[in-house]
C-alpha cells in the first residue's frame, strides 16, 4: 500500500529552523499535488503550504507567509517544507498530503501520518 512517510521533527527553541521530508513508500506520487497540513492540540488542521505537481505553483498558510518554504524534488519524488523563524505557536504535527488536483489540496486523497514539531520558548 502506497503512503507518504515525513521525517525531520524534532524539538527546537524558538527562532531556530527545521526541515521537514515527505517521501513515499511502497509506490510513487509522482504527478501529484502536495501539501502541509499541521494540527495543534485542541485546534483544527489548518493548510501550512502546498505545491502544484511541476512546482510552478505554490500556497502558504498566512500564518508562515515569509517564514516557510515548500519544495520538492521531483526527481526524488520528494517534498521539503523548510521552517525558519520558527516560533511556539508552531508546535503542532505536522502532516504531508497529496491530491492529483492542485486545487482540491485542501481535501487530500492521500495523508501521511505526521511528525511532531515543537519549539521551545
Known amino acids: 500500500q502506497v503512503q507518504l512517510v515525513e521525517s525531520g521533527g524534532g524539538l527546537v527553541q524558538a527562532g531556530e529552523s527545521l526541515r521537514l521530508s515527505c517521501t513515499p513508500s511502497?509506490?510513487?506520487?509522482?504527478?501529484?499535488?502536495k501539501g502541509w497540513f499541521r494540527q495543534a492540540p485542541g485546534k483544527e488542521r489548518e493548510l501550512v503550504a502546498a505545491i502544484s505537481r511541476s512546482g510552478s505553483d505554490t500556497t502558504y498558510g498566512d500564518r508562515v507567509k515569509g517564514r516557510f518554504t515548500i519544495s520538492r524534488d521531483s526527481a526524488k519524488d520528494t517534498v521539503y517544507l523548510q521552517m525558519n523563524s520558527l516560533k511556539p505557536e508552531d508546535t503542532a504535527v505536522y502532516y504531508c498530503?497529496?491530491?492529483?488536483?492542485?486545487?482540491?489540496?485542501?481535501?487530500?486523497?492521500?495523508w501521511g501520518r505526521g511528525t511532531q514539531v515543537t519549539v521551545s520558548s
Open positions: 511502497g509506490g510513487t506520487f509522482y504527478g501529484y499535488s
Open positions: 498530503a497529496a491530491h492529483r488536483s492542485y486545487s482540491n489540496i485542501y481535501r487530500p486523497q492521500y
